[in-house]
């Protein structure tokens, strides 16, 4: 038969991707289903609850589903490639007039043709979803290019690394374990040997520049990491670096699989190696990748010491690396004959952990020793919080001091104080540990010294020598120093007093006072709260704005709204300080009034009624030195002192700030849905409330000693 020499076929193309459909097809449902079904989710939750406020979601939240595509390349790439396990199968594939390569990038086109196929009709189908319910959430569809980008690469990557595997093997078990391999191993070693370090190491902090070769580059690993709770991860809003790292990694493997599969013998399908030389390699990667995690558990005991308990540990895990190496051989050959031959490189095996074991130890006094002096130090930057990335997902979801920290990070200081202050308590950090651990946690970790003495700053030093970050406790007393090197800067007075710009119609605000909570604060009364806010906010004073958190009192209300923070897309919230803020406060007691009129009126109808049903009343004094409360269940309300009571002292207007006031929810019903009704109301007190004689002897009633330093953490109690 005469061979076809074009490079590429559509007819095999269309072949392959008939071949898949029976996943395509699954997981095509699969994504439209959650496509239409998590925006409804949303809408059918927010339409059940009269006092909902409206969500700001990205593409992910409302269509977490669409990921089915990425695993779905690999399962269609096993299945489109499953020939090269069977020795007929691939006789009868390489007989095909075409050449080994148009077969190759034709199926390797089809399993893509179906990633795409998925992803446009995922994204379509969300869209139309999303416009549906537009009332009840804010989706900020900037993110559908980075999600569509980001599912799109890790499909890519995946199918990849699946093809090269498969190249170079022919047995299912050792095409998924040789995928994984080439998929996580070399960046699951150097994350784990880190984490070791670190852990021994409690001073140092991985720098994490974002550049090309970091840890964020690899969107697959980042994704895996973000996973497994590693802070960092730059997930669904990737850098321009990783997408272009992630598409020459894709690449590599993809040419070198193509390279593989064209010089692939038949004769090896059935296979778990091309030969004896790759089955060793094979065989000492496997047993080395559970290595990894024994011997760095050693070095972490090393240096305080072993005792016969621990040694007899490793002892154990170490024969458990033996049994590893041979348990794979005998699964992949299924020869004793071979596993005695295979015996003697154990000594490989050895010697590798031993290199393991010495880098680390070199590392380690690499890092320790490195201790400069204020003269050779040329700046610094310092942030208040860990973490050197913005963690897409949850972490993206930051309060104001989070979002001045991101900030700050990039701010280099060079104030000879705060450069001294870093070099002086560096050395004593590390001397204090090479004292021992415990001395270590016990001088720096104790709670006392944690909330009186010491505080943590995580510090980017700059040297002739390079760049590096540590951890550095410093006392309290000197914290000033590093934060008044930063008020200098004009970038880090701008973060404090210029709130950035809100996007995409994201602006959104919360109570977070459960008995202010459920009150529906509309979009209009959002904007004039927000103006309001503004305004209030741009009378303070930058020494106000910084203080603010632990100089003012917490009001228990916040702005959320998404922004662009270094690049990266999150969603900030801005809180509201009593004192700085007041009218804002005022504004807000003024429209939950005008909306709990209703509540109100029927609270008071119940209390004066001989309805029967359930009550909690809670009443607070204007300074907080005194608090009443008062709970009844199944009870007539007209029968209950406590009832009268509230009723003659509440005030029926809008509460103001320095008013006593009183919380009350009501519950009239069986308990099991049918005709039941709750009101949860909040309203300003007569102070003579609490020198009424009758209020303690049917309330819980408790005084408290306050003083004037007090910040409550909610002026709502």
């Known amino acids: 038969m005469k061979q076809k020499h074009s490079l590429f076929s559509f007819s095999l193309m269309w072949e392959g991707f008939r071949q898949c459909q029976m996943i395509g097809i699954f997981a095509l449902v699969l994504v439209v289903l959650g496509a239409v079904l998590t925006p409804a989710g949303y809408a059918i939750n927010a339409a059940g609850d009269p006092y909902f406020i409206r969500q700001v979601l990205k593409v992910y939240a409302v269509n977490p589903v669409l990921f089915l595509a990425a695993p779905a390349a690999p399962l269609m790439t096993l299945v489109l490639f499953h020939f090269l396990n069977s020795r007929a199968a691939s006789d009868l594939y390489h007989a095909l007039p075409h050449k080994r390569i148009t077969l190759y990038l034709s199926y390797a086109a089809s399993i893509l043709a179906w990633v795409l196929l998925l992803l446009v009709v995922g994204t379509v189908s969300s869209l139309i979803a999303c416009a549906a319910v537009h009332k ?24 990849c690394g699946t093809l090269l595997a498969m190249s170079i093997s022919g047995t299912v078990f050792t095409n998924i374990l040789l995928a994984l391999i080439l998929l996580f191993l070399p960046r699951a070693c150097l994350l784990f040997l880190r984490s070791f370090l670190t852990n ?79 089955q060793h390699i094979y065989r000492i990667v496997v047993t080395m990748t559970y290595c990894i995690f024994v011997t760095g558990a050693l070095f972490g005991v090393l240096r305080d010491g072993m005792d016969g308990e621990t040694i007899f540990m490793f002892v154990v895990l170490y024969l458990g690396a033996v049994l590893i190496y041979c348990l794979y051989e005998l699964l992949t050959t299924k020869k004793w004959r071979n596993l005695l031959s295979a015996l003697p490189l154990l000594g490989v095996v050895a010697v590798l952990n031993v290199g393991i074991l010495l880098g680390m130890h070199m590392v380690s006094n690499k890092i320790v020793n490195n201790r400069p002096s204020v003269q050779e130090i040329e700046s610094i930057s310092i942030q208040n919080y860990e973490g050197n990335e913005i963690n897409d997902g949850q972490g993206a979801e930051m309060d104001y001091d989070y979002y001045v920290d991101q900030i700050s990070k990039n701010i280099e200081i060079q104030d000879p104080s705060a450069l001294a202050l870093v070099s002086y308590y560096l050395n004593e950090n590390i001397q204090t540990w090479e004292e021992g651990m415990g001395a270590y946690y016990d001088k720096y970790y104790n709670y006392e010294n944690l909330n009186t003495t010491y505080t943590s700053f995580y510090v980017t030093i700059r040297t002739e020598d390079g760049t590096f970050r540590r951890m550095i406790w410093i006392p309290r007393t000197k914290r000033d120093v590093m934060t008044e090197a930063l008020k200098t800067n004009a970038d880090f007075v701008r973060a404090w007093t210029e709130l950035p710009e809100v996007m995409e119609d994201s602006l959104s605000f919360y109570s977070y006072d459960s008995d202010t909570s459920n009150v529906t604060i509309d979009k209009a009364q959002t904007q004039k709260l927000f103006e309001q806010y503004q305004k209030e906010r741009k009378k303070c004073s930058f020494d106000q704005l910084c203080n603010a958190s632990e100089m003012c009192t917490y009001s228990g209300l916040e702005f959320e709204y998404a922004t662009m923070v270094n690049g990266k897309q999150c969603v900030i919230s801005c809180p509201v300080y009593q004192e700085l803020m007041p009218e804002t406060i005022q504004m807000f007691y003024n429209f939950y009034y005008d ?79 049918d005709g039941d009704s709750s009101y949860v109301v909040e309203l300003p007190l007569d102070p003579a409330f609490f020198e009424d004689a009758q209020v303690k002897s049917c309330f819980d009633y408790n005084t408290y000693q306050v003083y004037e330093d007090d910040a409550t953490d909610d002026m709502a109690g």
């Open 200 to 278: 021994d190491l409690p001073f140092y902090v991985p720098m994490n520049s974002g550049g090309f070769f970091s840890d964020t580059s690899n969107i697959l690993f980042s994704f895996i990491a973000a996973l497994a709770g590693y802070a960092g991860s730059d997930v669904f809003s990737p850098s321009w670096q990783a997408y272009v790292y992630t598409a020459l990694l894709s690449v590599l493997y993809f040419a070198v699989g193509g390279w593989m599969f064209c010089i692939r013998r038949s004769k090896a399908a059935g296979q778990p190696a091309p030969n004896r030389i790759i």
């Open 595 to 673: 909306a709990s009129r209703d509540d109100i009126s029927k609270v008071r109808e119940l209390f004066e009624s001989d309805t029967v049903g359930s009550y909690g009343i809670d009443a607070y004094s204007a300074d907080g030195s005194a608090h009443a409360n008062a709970y009844g269940n199944d009870v007539r309300f007209q029968d209950k002192e406590a009832c009268a009571l509230v009723l003659k002292y509440m005030q029926d207007r809008p509460r103001k700030i320095g008013d006593a006031y009183v919380q009350m929810w009501v519950y009239v019903g069986n308990y099991d849905g």
């Open 136 to 159: 009840y959430i804010t989706v900020l569809y900037s993110t559908f290019f980075s999600y569509f980008g980001v599912i799109f690469m890790l499909s890519l990557l995946l199918m």
